[in-house]
């Protein structure tokens, strides 16, 4: 089975030490955080959205992944009660037994 390869990268870098420096706190010169994740070729596209919103939570961008989490699950949400919907019976006329298995 092919698998299909992913990488998120983030980089900065200050031209100075002074551009890193701020109110007695100092913040590194150079970050470079990557992120690689290899998924076979028939996974969800969920699975890598949630990959890459780990790779923003660690570059920052804190609260994305539980964001996406929950945009994840009101979609499935949603998906399992359409497909209830369709399997509604309430309309089914029981009023003969015999003639529903």
Known sequence: MATKHFEFGYITSGDTPDDCSFD?????HRTNITHSVSFS???RWVNVLKQFAMFLDSTGYVGVRDAIDKYIDQKDAALYSLFNDEEDTT???TSNPGLSD
């Open 24 to 28: 007695d706190v100092e913040f590194p």
């Open 91 to 93: 309309d089914e006329d």
């Open 41 to 43: 070729e028939d996974a």
